[in-house]
């Protein structure tokens, strides 16, 4: 004969089967909405940054979304190879896959500054052992008596690795206003460069390298002053026209080159 169950006892059978059911929702939540999303397309269109982007170094830069552009002032101590410290606007992912590009008008002076696409993982350890590591595609303007700036595919303080790049070939633009597109695809642990100089034409190869970086990864773009003084005018500008992940689905990549338009437009006034 089955015992007759008190109040109390209904009372704890009651909350744990709502206990139960909230798990179970969770659960189901997770798998319909994973934690890291595939990357997103962004044109900057609008007049603040889109909720898609988080930032690191927040305060190492000052910016503002307008005109369809993501307009960077770079800060000081805000470089990215001994350690990631520009300001970086990133997704996060664990696509094992994707091809993202950024067209960017950099505008810097005298000092060393840094501005490109990076792709972190906060897990990985470097050829030092330290944590996070990245393989980055980076516009560096260098100071003193160079006064250009040359293209660099490297990871974390190292770009001796086969496949990455200390110095692109026969590209040395002179300080001042540089327009540039940067891509890079991921396979796998197959990671391919590639760069358009002044912004048109065709991609130009860089290079491909096969390096491990764990899941999951930031991906995004920075731009910073490499140094901590400000002296004799140091300064970077970085125009960033659109952030593109071919595949994509939310946002169809553009092929129209605005920032080429624009800044012909600003040289014939």
Same mark, same amino acid.
């Given at each position: ?53 988080? &930032? ?10 307008? !005109? ?12 990215? /190879? !001994? ?37 972190? +993982? ?35 303080? #190292? ?6 790049? !200390? ?8 300080? !001042?206003? &540089? ?14 460069? /590639? ?9 130009? +190869? ?50 129209? #080159? ?12």
């Amino acid at each position: 004969m089955l015992k007759k169950v008190n109040k109390y006892g209904k009372s704890v059978m009651k909350r744990t089967n709502l206990i139960f059911r909230a798990v179970l929702f969770c659960v189901v939540l997770s798998v319909a909405s994973p934690l890291f999303a595939k990357l997103q397309s962004d044109d900057f269109n609008g007049s603040k940054l889109s909720s898609i982007w988080k &930032i690191d170094n927040p305060k190492k830069a000052k910016w503002e979304v307008n !005109g369809g552009k993501l307009n960077v002032v770079g800060g000081l101590n805000a470089n990215v /190879w !001994g350690n990631a410290d520009a300001t970086f606007y990133y997704q996060e992912t664990t696509q094992k896959a994707f091809d993202v590009e950024t067209t960017v008008v950099v505008d810097y002076a005298k000092g060393s500054t840094v501005a490109g696409i990076l792709i972190l +993982s906060e897990t990985t350890k470097d050829s030092k052992g330290r944590k996070p590591e990245w393989i980055t595609l980076k516009l560096w303007g260098r100071g003193g008596g160079d006064n250009n700036a040359v293209l660099q595919y490297q990871r974390r303080e #190292n770009d001796n690795l086969k496949g990455l790049v !200390g110095t692109q070939p026969d590209y040395k633009p002179p300080a !001042g206003i &540089i327009p540039i597109s940067l891509r890079i695809k991921r396979d796998g642990n197959t990671y391919e460069a /590639w760069f358009k100089p002044n912004a048109k034409g065709d991609w130009v +190869s860089v290079s491909k390298v096969n390096y491990v970086l764990n899941a999951p990864l930031k991906v995004g773009i920075y731009a910073g002053i490499a140094e901590s003084a400000a002296a004799d005018g140091r300064k970077i500008t970085a125009e960033f026209d659109y952030f593109h992940e071919a595949s994509s689905k939310s946002t169809p990549v553009n092929p129209k #080159n605005r920032l080429a338009i624009k800044w012909g437009e600003i040289k014939n006034k």
